[in-house]
C-alpha cells in the first residue's frame, strides 16, 4: 500500500521522489520526512537494521573502541525487512551474539560483545 504526497503550488506539481515510498510524508519544497527508520535513503524507501557494539571496529580514542554498527557490524542488513542477515557463529537481532555449540550444553551462557 502506497500512500501518494501531491502538492500544488502556483499551478505547479510538486512530487517527492518515489512519493516517499508510503514510508514517509512530502514536504513542500519536495523533500521526503521519512517514519522511524525508513531514513536510510532520501525516498524511503530502505529501512534501518538494528544495531549493536561491533565486532571488528578500530580504536578510535585512548581506551575507546567498537562502535555501535548496524547488525554490528558483521552482518547484511535486508533493506525491504529491516532484519539482520547474520552470518554463521551469529545470531541475535543485530548479530550481537555468539552463537553457542550445543546451546553451551547447559553449563555457560552465550554473551553479547557489550556483556
Not at 49 to 67: N, P, Q, R
Request: hydrophobic share 30%.
Amino acid at each position: 500500500y502506497q500512500l501518494a504526497v501531491l502538492f500544488i503550488l502556483f499551478g505547479e506539481s510538486i512530487a517527492c521522489p518515489n512519493l516517499c515510498s508510503g514510508h514517509g510524508s512530502c514536504d513542500q519544497e519536495s523533500t521526503c520526512t521519512c517514519d522511524t527508520s525508513w531514513d536510510v535513503a532520501p525516498d524511503c524507501s530502505k529501512r534501518k537494521c538494528a544495531s549493536a557494539i561491533s565486532w571488528g571496529t578500530k580504536a578510535y580514542a585512548s581506551a575507546m573502541a567498537h562502535t555501535e554498527l548496524e547488525c554490528a557490524g558483521i552482518g547484511i542488513c535486508d533493506r525491504t525487512s529491516g532484519i539482520c542477515n547474520c552470518p554463521e557463529g551469529f545470531t541475535g537481532q543485530a548479530c550481537e551474539r555468539l552463537s553457542c555449540p550445543n546451546d553451551c550444553n547447559g553449563r555457560g551462557a552465550c554473551m553479547t560483545m557489550k556483556e
